[in-house]
């Protein structure tokens, strides 16, 4: 059973970089023809998806963040990690980080909240 737990400071102050990790226990982060994904969820907001890693190494972002978001992996730790730049109250949200494989969202970590304050 694969399981994922994502950790990080709970407050982070405008202009700072946030930095997320998600730690995967139960299968690797080198899986062939996984990604591995950080996806939030702002109050009173649907779900949005902000890149992922693939099992190569690879990165993929979203556009409207690509900017502000890196992800990056250390395979002998099994995690992945999120830094986002520049932040500001509008980044507060809860962050997840979930696994893909086949375009099929299977396994999700329970999210970790992060509010954005001076």
């Known amino acids: 059973q694969v399981q994922l737990q994502e950790s990080g400071p709970g407050l982070v102050k405008p202009s700072q970089t946030l930095s997320l990790t998600c730690t995967v226990s139960?299968?690797?982060?080198?899986?062939?023809?996984?990604?591995w994904h950080w996806i939030r969820q702002s109050p009173g907001k649907g779900l949005e998806w902000m890149g992922c890693i693939e099992y190569t190494g690879r990165t993929d972002y979203s556009p409207s963040l690509s900017s502000r978001t890196s992800i990056s992996r250390d395979t002998s730790k099994n995690q992945f990690t999120l830094q986002l730049s520049s932040v500001t109250r509008e980044d507060t949200a809860v962050y997840y980080c979930?696994?893909?494989?086949?375009?099929?969202?299977?396994?999700w970590g329970r999210g970790t909240q992060v509010i954005v304050s001076s």
């Open positions: 139960g299968g690797s982060i080198t899986t062939n023809y996984v990604c």
């Open positions: 979930a696994r893909d494989q086949s375009a099929l969202y299977d396994y």
